[in-house]
């Protein structure tokens, strides 16, 4: 596994693997479970011929909260070992004075997926979100990319990027990868007290019962609330979202769906969560 650091050295270690499948999964570090997830999928995806790319990059562009910037987990050589027992062949690894220009004054921006869930609540996230995803696509130029489902916002809006702005990239997104009580791996879990983790597993029941609820024909507005009501039943938690929404609009839905995505996020204390589940009524 090789190691760069600089734009220069990530050139140099890619042109020889150029004309063969490259995959890219773009990472901010703190490496858990559900990242290797998706670098053994695109390992897969790759094949003995094909490379695969990761990026561990925290980039301070997407961060609406200094105070979530500042105390973000970082493990960067947990990671590498990550990377390298998952069979990834670079890791692309910048400081942000290599990544970005001190002078920088170009910014790009979604401005319809992004409006509403994260977006409404985090000013600024996805157009940080799409500058970095679209530099890391023209410094690494993969022919895929990997993207959990977990940030199913995430994976829309780069899919509207992608489809936009003509960038020949093939999209793969990547089911979420949970603890075994049900809580979706995330690098922020390891911030929870002791009885916010203990409790947090809820957030998983309360979108299975209301999946269950949906299919059944129990009204929208029911089934929000009561995923709220019982998410904030616990000491300290605050919903900041749960909304049923159109999978792919991801704009709000008041009626039977055909493919709906049920969105959370809640404060466990001082620990933003988020979670989704795809729900469907025949
Ligand atoms: O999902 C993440 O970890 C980040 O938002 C990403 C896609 C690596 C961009 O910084």
């Known amino acids: 596994m090789q190691i760069a650091h600089t734009k220069e050295e990530l050139r140099s270690m890619l042109s020889p693997l150029r004309g063969r499948k490259i995959v890219l999964v773009p990472t901010m570090g703190a490496l858990h479970a559900g990242h290797a997830s998706l670098l053994r999928q695109a390992r897969e995806l790759a094949g003995t011929e094909g490379s695969v790319v990761a990026s561990i990059f925290l980039n ?5 909260n200094a105070g979530d910037l500042a105390t973000y987990p970082a493990t960067p050589m947990q990671d590498l070992e990550t990377c390298d027992s998952c069979g990834v062949d670079v890791v692309f690894m910048p400081s942000s004075d290599t990544m970005y220009c001190a002078d920088r004054s170009v910014s790009l921006e979604e401005t319809h997926l992004s409006s509403v869930l994260c977006g409404a609540s985090r000013p600024g996230h996805f157009a940080g979100v799409c ?3 679209n530099k890391l696509f023209n410094l690494v130029q993969p022919t895929d990319a990997i993207f959990g489902k977990k940030d199913y916002q995430q994976l829309a809006i780069i899919r509207r990027m992608v489809r936009d702005l003509d960038i020949p990239i093939t999209l793969h997104g990547a089911e979420i990868v949970r603890e075994a009580d049900g809580l979706a791996l995330s690098s922020r879990n390891v911030r929870l007290t002791p009885e916010h983790r203990q409790a947090a597993p809820a957030i998983r029941r309360s979108l ?3 999946g269950e609820a949906y299919a059944s024909g129990e009204p929208v507005d029911n089934i929000c609330a009561q995923v709220r009501r019982s998410l904030e039943s616990i000491p300290g938690v605050q919903c900041d979202y749960v909304e049923l929404v159109d999978a792919q609009t991801l704009h709000e839905v008041t ?7 049920l969105a959370v996020a809640a404060w466990f204390g001082d620990v933003r969560l988020i979670d989704n589940i795809e729900l469907s009524r025949s």
């Open 208 to 210: 299975l019962s209301a």
């Open 131 to 133: 500058l970095v995803v």
């Open 255 to 261: 009626a039977p769906h055909r493919l709906a995505l």
């Open 60 to 64: 301070p562009v997407q961060f609406d």
